[in-house]
Antibody, heavy 118, light 109 residues
Framework: EVQLVESGGGLVQPGGSLKLSCAAS????????MHWVRQASGRGLEWVGR??????????AYAASVKGRFTISRDDSENTAYLQMNSLKAEDTAVYFC?????????WGQGTLVTVSS | QTVVTQEPSLTVSPGGTVTLTCASS?????????PNWFQQKFGQAPRALIY???NKHSWTPARFSGSLLGGKAALTLSGVQPEDEAEYYC?????????FGGGTKLTVL
């Protein structure tokens, strides 16, 4: 059974940093691209970024709204993807989901809540 | 900035048919945008329905179908069920980055 479990969310002050994790199981993690998607309360989905597999040079891409502040990485030995968030702003407050694959986005985690507030 | 536009809301009667569309500010949507469709109910993670325009996942009910229609990506629900009431999002590929539409709130009434 494919499972994606996000963790690491919480309350952080504006300008602060937070690192989210996405633990994967039930599939060949090392061969899959991993994406992060966020959703502010009452709002729509926003694609945040992705990291491809080692075979695709671990290539990353980001939404303009987070480029330069967020970094996606992965540890294939731990079957885990990460989202490092720096210089956080109030508008980054959202539930953050991880999802796999470059085309199908078939499986999603339950999300982890990040609140940026003083 | 690229904008992906969906109908904000649609209403359909049980057993009816409804088509949701997904337009790109850059022009006509083609298969090269790899349109994806997702269903989301309140408090839940999105659920994948369609990928690469018209391909269904193993769990996608047969009443859901994806296509290209008039320069847009489209999701058609035929024989709508009460449990289809939800928010629906499309997702398009822009050469490295992906962009979600704003979502369509589908009411079954």
């Amino acid at each position: 059974e494919v499972q994606l479990v996000e963790s690491g969310g919480g309350l952080v002050q504006p300008g602060g940093s937070l690192k989210l994790s996405c633990a994967a199981s039930g599939f060949t993690f090392s061969g899959s691209a991993m994406h992060w998607v966020r959703q502010a309360s009452g709002r729509g989905l926003e694609w945040v970024g992705r990291i491809r597999s080692k075979a695709n040079s671990y290539a990353t891409a980001y939404a303009a709204s987070v480029k330069g502040r967020f970094t996606i990485s992965r540890d294939d030995s731990e079957n885990t993807a990460y989202l490092q968030m720096n210089s956080l702003k109030a508008e980054d407050t959202a539930v953050y989901f991880c999802t796999r694959s470059d085309i199908t986005f078939d499986y999603w985690g339950q999300g982890t809540l990040v609140t940026v507030s003083s | 900035q690229t904008v992906v536009t969906q109908e904000p809301s649609l209403t359909v009667s049980p057993g009816g048919t409804v088509t949701l569309t997904c337009a790109s500010s850059t022009g006509a949507v083609t298969s090269g945008y790899y349109p994806n469709w997702f269903q989301q109910k309140f408090g839940q993670a999105p659920r994948a329905l369609i990928y690469s325009t018209s391909n269904k996942h193993s769990w996608t009910p047969a009443r859901f179908s994806g296509s290209l229609l008039g320069g847009k990506a489209a999701l058609t629900l035929s024989g709508v069920q009460p449990e289809d009431e939800a928010e629906y999002y499309c997702l398009l590929y822009y050469g490295g980055a992906w962009v979600f539409g704003g979502g369509t709130k589908l009411t079954v009434l």
